[in-house]
T-cell receptor, first 113, second 113 residues
Framework: DGGITQSPKYLFRKEGQNVTLSCEQNLNHDAMYWYRQDPGQGLRLIYYSQIVNDFQKGDIAEGYSVSREKKESFPLTVTSAQKNPTAFYLC????????????FGEGSRLTVL | RKEVEQDPGPFNVPEGATVAFNCTYSNSASQSFFWYRQDCRKEPKLLMSVYSSGNEDGRFTAQLNRASQYISLLIRDSKLSDSATYLCVVNPRGPSGTYKYIFGTGTRLKVLA
């Protein structure tokens, strides 16, 4: 079955450590997104990529980095520069020119100790 | 003013009730509109797209009012399983057809037995 796979589902890290969240999709979708969700808040866009080897900052990109070396993969690195990284991270993808539906992975819950 | 605004709720309704949510958006050039459902600690899933003429899917009806810049979701004959957070999502369709979705903070619905 096609879909988006995020890993790990739960992650704990110490302050000052970088961590990379994986996002892989086999839907042949062009665009991929990373969102952050905090309690009581909507999803906020971190980074997005419309094609391989190209990506743009979203609204809250500071302290994060991404790469898009393959169409299927869009990993997110949460760096030590991110002041408040504890959150629920969601990866999504969309087929450009399609219905406009965003497909989401199951999310990664990051807790900084 | 937020780009997409929703009443956070919670809306507590008895089983069988009809409940309606509204969502307002600020960008009059917005092109696409959606309602997503999000269960606690899970990823959002598409409930329905919202078309200009309005659309219905079983017990769910979505409406778009471009003049007043709001969309609505009506749920008839509420079920316990409808308890979730309902996210309003707007796509302003930026330059070069960028798919940059804006999420509301969500409206919590709790259906009571």
């Amino acid at each position: 079955d096609g879909g988006i796979t995020q890993s790990p589902k739960y992650l704990f890290r110490k302050e000052g450590q970088n961590v990379t969240l994986s996002c892989e999709q086999n839907l042949n979708h062009d665009a991929m997104y990373w969102y952050r969700q905090d309690p009581g808040q909507g999803l906020r866009l971190i980074y997005y990529s419309q094609i391989v080897n190209d990506f743009q900052k979203g609204d809250i990109a500071e302290g994060y980095s991404v790469s898009r070396e393959k169409k299927e993969s869009f990993p997110l690195t949460v760096t030590s520069a991110q002041k408040n990284p504890t959150a629920f991270y969601l990866c999504a993808s969309i087929l450009q020119g399609g219905t406009g539906e965003l497909f989401f992975g199951e999310g990664s819950r990051l807790t900084v100790l | 003013r937020k780009e997409v605004e929703q009443d956070p709720g919670p809306f507590n309704v008895p089983e069988g009730a009809t409940v309606a949510f509204n969502c307002t958006y600020s960008n009059s050039a917005s092109q696409s509109f959606f309602w997503y459902r999000q269960d606690c600690r899970k990823e959002p899933k598409l409930l329905m797209s919202v078309y200009s003429s309005g659309n219905e899917d079983g017990r769910f009806t979505a409406q778009l009012n471009r003049a007043s810049q709001y969309i609505s979701l009506l749920i008839r004959d509420s079920k316990l399983s409808d308890s979730a957070t309902y996210l309003c999502v707007v796509n302003p369709r930026g330059p070069s057809g960028t798919y940059k979705y804006i999420f509301g903070t969500g409206t919590r619905l709790k259906v009571l037995a």
